[in-house]
């Protein structure tokens, strides 16, 4: 009896072990991945004359001058903290969560989401992308593994577009016309941002208020969050509030984001507050 319990033992220890040595792997290619994503800020990146807005549709124009305040260098990559809710539910029974979370948003390049959430019951790791490769990455009470997905088109694809809309709230500098960016005009308060990178594209469309700050983000998102799990295009999006001044930008710190966007079945799986923006 003591030969088994002692065998069981050193199965239990090796589990742990390996499970503790998998966490540590996620953990490094995660921090390694993160200081990637910062290099890529520009180190003397030209500052913000509202003439770079000439020519663009009006709504967009009005966006870029309210979110950044003239003689602003033109950062592109935010480190950005939240609080807020979160669920793994549906719109007939959330169950909403408590979260925290630090994130890093470089457009094109990618992103990280570091988040822990829950109460009794929490789970933490990352959603990301970085250097073409995404993974969504979560551990249960940091000992198992729960959730495992990326490196494949559809991930990439779907991580994509999530960051691009971001770039709407928190990083506008990434977001003036150039080699990856164009601007669309649809109405006369909203505009349709267009990005693309590595073979990838993700139209965004903005809605403005008369002072310029974006109040709605919509988008097709290439996305597997339906019954069925395919993935397909399907309308996402949120609500943007409650801005304050970062650096020279102009950011919303209030965000609602979710599936089937202005639609009857449309669930804010995502609630959070910003209480910080950093462009490290």
């Known amino acids: 009896m003591i030969k088994v319990m002692l065998a069981l033992l050193a199965v239990l220890a090796m589990v742990l072990v390996t499970l503790g040595a998998w966490r540590w792997s996620d953990k490094s290619a995660c921090r390694a991945a993160w200081a990637d994503l910062i290099a890529l800020q520009p180190a003397a990146p030209p500052v ?25 260098p033109l950062y592109t990559v935010a480190q950005i903290s939240m609080h807020g809710e979160f669920s793994l539910g549906d719109k007939a029974e959330p169950d909403y969560m408590p979260m925290r979370a630090e994130q890093v948003l470089a457009a094109p390049q990618g992103f990280i989401w570091k988040v822990r959430a829950g109460d009794t019951v929490w789970f933490s790791g990352s959603d990301g992308t970085s250097e073409g490769a995404s993974w969504s990455r979560f551990w249960l009470f940091g000992i198992l593994p729960v959730a495992r997905a990326g490196k494949n088109e559809d991930h990439a694809r779907a991580s994509f577009g999530r960051y691009v809309a971001e770039a709407v709230f928190w990083t506008p500098a990434a977001l003036l016309p150039g080699e990856n960016v164009r601007w669309e005009g649809v109405d006369e308060s909203t505009a349709r941002v267009v990005m693309t990178q590595k073979g990838m594209q993700q139209a965004v469309d903005v809605t403005v208020d008369a002072e310029g700050g974006p109040r709605k983000v919509v988008f097709q998102r290439w996305s597997d969050a339906n019954p069925s799990k395919t993935y397909q295009l399907q ?12 650096g020279g930008f102009r950011l919303p710190t209030r965000i609602e984001a979710g599936n089937a966007f202005e639609t009857d079945d449309y669930f804010p799986f995502f609630k959070a507050t910003v209480t910080s923006i950093r462009f490290p």
Do not use: N, Q, V
């Open 48 to 72: 913000f004359d509202p003439a770079m807005t000439d020519g663009l549709p009006e709504p967009a124009a009005r966006f870029f001058r309210f979110a950044i305040e003239p003689g602003t």
């Open 235 to 246: 309308p996402f999006g949120g609500y943007l509030s409650d801005y304050r001044t970062f």
